[in-house]
């Protein structure tokens, strides 16, 4: 079958990092997207991943390993407006389905 | 540039009701979604397109359908609504496939009575 985990909820301070965990089990393999979504509003694209790697992207970084079908996102410097919901989600070969993880609400405090 | 809109934000129809959600785009995007976001779940594709003139169905298609009449406007129609049917609805579209990301639209929160 097809699955993607992240956890539900995290909480962090602002001014630290925190990484958020993604693990997929899907049929084929063709990207790996991460989306922020406020509450109450539409996901916004964050980063994508197709290689194994890091890719930065100022404050954000998303990370991929196809072999372990393991993805994170880390965020530095963590800001109030950070507290968001972020949608794991991969694309899978044959190019039309995207399936989205139910994603990981951050809360950030003060 | 308006991006990715949706009408209405808000709705409320009675179980039986019919209704249609408009989507449109500015961006000339070949491709255009329709997903349900459910609390708890991630979102899922109800129907896609690929363009003007194509509809396919997608992961929950059931109870809804679908047209694409114009590259720019997609349409996702409830012929009989149910309480299942309660949810927040977004649309997004992208350029094409492979590494290219989906815009999405502000959403509709439907609930059916």
């Known amino acids: 079958g097809q699955n993607i985990d992240q956890p539900t909820e995290m909480t962090a301070t602002e001014g630290a990092i925190v990484q958020i965990n993604c693990t997929y089990q899907t049929s084929g393999f063709n990207g790996l997207f991460w989306y922020q979504q406020h509450a109450g509003e539409a996901p916004t694209f964050l980063s994508y991943?197709?290689?194994?790697g890091l890719e930065e992207k100022g404050r954000f970084s998303s990370f991929l390993s196809r072999s372990k079908g393991y993805s994170y996102l880390l965020l530095k410097e963590l800001q109030m407006k950070d507290s968001a919901s972020y949608l794991c989600a991969v694309r899978s070969t044959g190019g039309f389905k995207t399936i989205f993880g139910a994603g990981t609400r951050l809360f950030v405090k003060a | 540039n308006a991006g990715v809109t949706q009408t209405p934000k808000f709705r409320v129809l009675k179980t039986g009701q019919s209704m249609t959600l408009l989507c449109a785009q500015d961006m000339n995007h070949e491709y255009m979604y329709w997903y349900r976001q459910d609390p708890g779940m991630g979102l899922r594709l109800i129907h896609y397109?690929?363009?003007?003139?194509?509809?396919a169905k997608g992961e929950v298609p059931d109870g809804y359908n679908v047209s694409r009449l114009k590259k720019q406007n997609f349409l996702l129609g409830l012929e009989s609504a149910a309480p299942s049917q309660t949810s927040v609805y977004f649309c997004a579209s992208s350029p094409r496939l492979g590494g290219d990301t989906q815009y999405f639209g502000p959403g509709t929160r439907l609930l059916v009575l």
């Open positions: 991943n197709v290689l194994d």
């Open positions: 397109s690929v363009g003007e003139g194509t509809t």
